[in-house]
């Protein structure tokens, strides 16, 4: 197996046997063999910094009905609210004093946030903030309006793809989503020139080895600038409440192949990998991850941004998050860095053989 790895960090891909191959006999021996690549290519374009983005989760109304979402549109637990352009502005403006030089606004795919709202709110952000880089993350668009929020001054884009097997997507979305439609949105925010993020939860129900081998396909075939996994947790108020959890251990494992086979991508240490574990994201770090993405949303509405249960940090301030994120990153020997944090696109590559 070890030569699988070392296969891996050279030619920086594997066929999808290979890749199912390493990860159903991967065992803890193996893993630490992995992470000790993984963290060198790390190291050897990012030392030991960490990039911070903060997320600002702005409304949790969304029109879709996602399976394992716990703001699906079909939960009605749910108290659902949306932050004004100026609760948004002032978002930016604590973080911004707390070092963040990328501001991430996510929500649900929410109808209220029309073409024209989205792109008021970049252009105030990127007007008030020039020095930072704005990261929308608001879901499933026309090539149009992906377009229009570039041209407002929208530097990058992340969307998840779930999962690239076709099968294994139904069976997460309801029918009015497809894979096909989420990997169109991919390659249109990549062509108009997005910094692209997509990404996969690790032991989603359903979910197999070979689909998780598609996964690393797909993402060394769109070669996105970031690509952001972690596990699935289940929410008590959705379909797969009754489904186990993704684990720590194959999220990390799926990270640092992530990191051998994009060695410069920009990985996030997740909210869900700390959710599962207490150094879940110290781990992820250490297993090739790079970015952290700690939340700037007002305090009164973090715990109804619930995508998983007993997700972390929902009544912790930004400047706590911010803090504790540092204290934690230098327990391990590495550094959060005030930084836009993009992705080198001038290094040169690799060249492995020593
Ligand atoms: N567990 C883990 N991750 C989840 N997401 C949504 N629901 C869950 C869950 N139950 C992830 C999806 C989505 C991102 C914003 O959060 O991958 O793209
Ligand atoms: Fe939020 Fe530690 S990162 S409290």
Same mark, same amino acid.
Not at 94 to 105: D, K, S
């Given at each position: 197996?070890?030569?699988?790895?070392?296969?891996?960090?050279?030619?920086?891909?594997?066929?999808?046997?290979?890749?199912?191959?390493?990860?159903?006999?991967?065992?803890?021996?193996?893993?630490?063999? *992995?992470?000790?690549?993984?963290?060198?290519?790390?190291?050897?374009?990012?030392?030991?910094?960490?990039?911070?983005?903060?997320?600002?989760?702005?409304?949790?109304?969304?029109?879709?009905?996602?399976?394992?979402?716990?703001?699906?549109?079909?939960?009605?637990?749910?108290?659902?609210?949306?932050?004004?352009?100026?609760?948004?502005?002032?978002?930016?403006?604590?973080?911004?004093?707390?070092?963040?030089?990328?501001?991430?606004?996510?929500?649900?795919?929410?109808?209220?946030?029309?073409?024209?709202?989205?792109?008021?709110?970049?252009?105030?952000?990127?007007?008030?903030?020039?020095?930072?880089?704005?990261?929308?993350?608001?879901?499933?668009?026309? @090539?149009?309006?992906?377009?229009?929020?570039?041209?407002?001054?929208?530097? @990058?884009?992340?969307?998840?793809?779930?999962?690239?097997?076709?099968?294994?997507?139904?069976?997460?979305?309801?029918?009015?989503?497809?894979?096909?439609?989420?990997?169109?949105?991919?390659?249109?925010?990549?062509?108009?020139?997005?910094?692209?993020?997509?990404?996969?939860?690790?032991?989603?129900?359903?979910?197999?080895?070979?689909? *998780?081998?598609?996964?690393?396909?797909?993402?060394?075939?769109?070669?996105?600038?970031?690509?952001?996994?972690?596990?699935?947790?289940?929410?008590?108020?959705?379909?797969?409440?009754?489904?186990?959890?993704?684990?720590?251990?194959?999220?990390?494992?799926?990270?640092?192949?992530?990191? *051998?086979?994009?060695?410069?991508?920009?990985?996030?240490?997740?909210?869900?990998?700390?959710?599962?574990?207490?150094?879940?994201?110290?781990?992820?770090?250490?297993?090739?991850?790079?970015?952290?993405?700690?939340? *700037?949303?007002?305090?009164?509405?973090?715990?109804?941004?619930?995508?998983?249960?007993?997700?972390?940090?929902?009544?912790?301030?930004?400047?706590?998050?911010?803090?504790?994120?540092?204290?934690?990153?230098?327990?391990?020997?590495?550094?959060?860095?005030?930084?836009?944090?993009?992705?080198?696109?001038?290094?040169?590559?690799?060249?492995?053989?020593?």
């Amino acid at each position: 197996m070890k030569t699988l790895i070392d296969k891996l960090r050279r030619q920086t891909f594997l066929t999808k046997e290979e890749y199912v191959t390493l990860i159903d006999h991967r065992t803890p021996a193996l893993a630490d063999y *992995l992470f000790e690549q993984s963290r060198e290519v790390r190291h050897h374009y990012y030392g030991h910094d960490v990039y911070v983005r903060g997320l600002i989760e702005f409304t949790n109304y969304c029109k879709n009905d996602c399976r394992y979402c716990g703001i699906r549109c079909g939960n009605h637990q749910v108290q659902r609210y949306r932050l004004t352009e100026d609760e948004i502005l002032s978002c930016c403006d604590n973080g911004y004093a707390l070092g963040f030089r990328t501001f991430v606004l996510q929500g649900g795919e929410d109808p209220y946030f029309t073409e024209e709202r989205i792109v008021s709110l970049i252009r105030r952000i990127k007007q008030g903030y020039p020095d930072c880089a704005l990261t929308l993350s608001i879901g499933e668009k026309t @090539r149009d309006e992906y377009q229009a929020y570039f041209n407002a001054g929208a530097d @990058r884009y992340l969307l998840r793809h779930e999962t690239a097997n076709d099968a294994h997507y139904r069976y997460l979305h309801p029918p009015t989503l497809s894979s096909a439609n989420r990997k169109r949105c991919l390659r249109d925010l990549k062509a108009i020139g997005f910094q692209t993020g997509c990404g996969f939860m690790v032991g989603s129900p359903g979910q197999t080895t070979e689909c *998780l081998a598609e996964d690393m396909l797909f993402v060394k075939e769109l070669q996105p600038q970031m690509v952001g996994i972690g596990p699935f947790i289940a929410q008590h108020d959705t379909p797969f409440r009754d489904q186990p959890n993704g684990t720590m251990e194959l999220t990390l494992f799926m990270l640092g192949l992530l990191r *051998l086979t994009l060695p410069k991508v920009l990985l996030p240490s997740t909210t869900a990998l700390g959710t599962i574990h207490p150094l879940g994201r110290e781990k992820g770090i250490l297993a090739g991850a790079n970015v952290v993405m700690p939340n *700037l949303s007002p305090v009164s509405v973090r715990d109804k941004y619930l995508l998983y249960d007993n997700k972390i940090c929902t009544g912790d301030e930004a400047a706590e998050c911010r803090n504790c994120l540092s204290l934690r990153m230098k327990s391990i020997g590495y550094t959060v860095v005030v930084s836009r944090g993009d992705y080198p696109a001038d290094t040169p590559e690799r060249n492995e053989t020593t």
